[in-house]
């Protein structure tokens, strides 16, 4: 049976958006394994200010600095998973965390940070793009924060009540199991109180993986078409007074 022309279209630009979302989702879910201090948060922001500026040229759209700010978001980890667990055994010998099963636990932690940096990416980049592709911000409003606000306060609303589960699972398998995760995980634990040697920037391999993450995530249709509405009912929400 073939689908109606709207469903079609719809599926489409759903995949063109997941497609463009991606490799920065990707990229923001490997800034927890960069191994200073401080500086995972800073490539964070990077890689969020670019994803708002790529959706923006998209448009051929522009954006002052402080606009792109608020539409990247400023999120500040105050401290992962993986940091707070390795201030509790940091008086521990390396041996004995790898010994008790300590490396196991690293891991999982690990992936977890990478999950959620990289849910939270998908998922504002994915409403911003809708935002943009609804008029929400035009050349004018994006000469100044205020239109910025509130499509950001709009996508904060609608990311708070959705249940990310099913695009969460998704994300947990596929970094789980790719190499490039792996490689940089065996990396860190071989050392997990103290910095390791950086991972080297595998383009090619980040590419795949958010190849296959939009496939993927390509088959939550449903999803992402009720994360549009909820996106909708907050911005309606937001409408400033006309009183």
Excluded at 11 to 38: D, K, N, W
Excluded at 97 to 123: E, F, N, P, Q
């Amino acid at each position: 049976m073939t689908p109606p022309p709207e469903s079609a279209s719809a599926s489409a630009s759903l995949l063109e958006s997941l497609q463009r979302v991606a490799p920065f989702a990707v990229s923001a879910g490997l800034t927890p394994l960069i191994p200073v201090p401080f500086l995972d948060d800073y490539a964070l922001r990077r890689v969020r200010e670019a994803l708002v500026r790529d959706l923006l040229d998209e448009r051929a759209l522009t954006a002052p600095p402080d606009t792109v700010a608020t539409l990247a978001g400023r999120h500040p980890r105050q401290g992962s998973r993986v940091q707070q667990f390795l201030a509790k055994v940091a008086l521990m010998p390396v041996r004995l965390i790898a010994r008790k099963g300590y490396r196991r636990v690293l891991t999982a932690l690990w992936v977890k940070d990478c999950v959620d940096m990289a849910s939270v990416s998908l998922h504002h980049g994915h409403l911003l793009r809708h935002a943009l592709a609804r008029g929400d911000l035009t050349p004018e409003t994006l000469a100044t924060p205020d239109a910025a606000r509130r499509v950001h306060a709009a996508i904060l609303a609608t990311c708070q009540e959705v249940d990310a589960r099913p695009v969460n699972q998704a994300l947990r398998r596929l970094l789980a199991g790719s190499r490039l995760v792996l490689q940089a995980l065996s990396r860190r634990l071989e050392s997990p109180g103290a910095e390791a040697p950086a991972a080297p920037d595998d383009t090619r391999a980040r590419a795949s993986l958010a190849r296959e993450l939009a496939a993927v995530l390509w088959e939550q249709e449903g999803y992402f078409q009720a994360l549009e509405r909820r996106y909708q009912v907050h911005w309606d929400a937001g409408a400033p007074s006309r009183h």
